[in-house]
């Protein structure tokens, strides 16, 4: 549990129309520093743990209906296929966009911009870029008419991950390169199969 996830649970369940069960006001008037075997722990009341279950499962449930949604998924995928097409385009402190990552100034300074330079550029007056911009371009205006990427098929499997590489192969394969996609995705309480309240410090009552 940490602080972050209180920040975006709150604001995502707030602009997604959300029922949010994140107390956080309680949470930190529960809270207690301990000594556990002589190390210093973050307690918490042992009659918080509905609401910190509760908090989990608010974290679960928008994964399955925002952050792993089909529509949502296929934008973000669409978005990553323009900004790639697009990165010799896009440079910010003459570095592209893929070598921006490795460039903390550089990083700092992307924001949503990138998306509407690619959707009002013109093609025709860049001669260095003009076909990868072009895809990026119709890409980007298939996002704003919502003629998104297409889901197949899904598959859901309990456990342990999903391994993907011998999909991935397969697909090389398909005619044309690039036209199918594999996502994978988690939903879980945070700790993939493991119960994230197993390794919270409780504080008992009169301690």
């Known amino acids: 549990m940490d602080v972050d996830k209180w920040d975006y649970l709150l604001r995502d369940a707030h602009y997604l129309g959300m029922k949010q069960n994140v107390e956080y006001e309680r949470f930190m008037h529960s809270m207690k520093v301990i000594s556990v075997n002589g190390e210093m722990h973050i307690g918490i009341r042992d009659k918080m743990f509905d609401s910190v279950f509760n908090m989990y499962l608010s974290r679960y449930r928008q994964h399955k209906h925002a952050y792993q949604h089909p529509v949502g998924v296929a934008v973000d995928l669409m978005v990553l296929d323009a900004f790639v097409k697009a990165q010799d385009f896009l440079k910010v402190n003459g570095k592209t966009l893929i070598e921006s990552l490795e460039d903390a100034e550089a990083f700092c ?99």
């Open 109 to 207: 300074q992307l924001d949503d911009s990138a998306y509407y330079k690619i959707l009002h550029s013109n093609p025709n007056e860049s001669s260095d870029h003009g076909n990868d911009l072009l895809e990026a371009k119709k890409i980007i205006k298939r996002i704003e008419s919502r003629r998104l990427y297409k889901c197949i098929a899904q598959h859901t499997q309990k456990g342990s991950a999903l391994l993907l590489t011998g999909l991935e192969d397969l697909l090389r394969g398909v005619s044309p390169i690039g036209s199918f996609k594999l996502h994978q995705g988690a939903r879980d309480l945070g700790l993939n199969t493991d119960n994230p309240l197993k390794h919270m410090t409780v504080v008992l009552m009169g301690t």
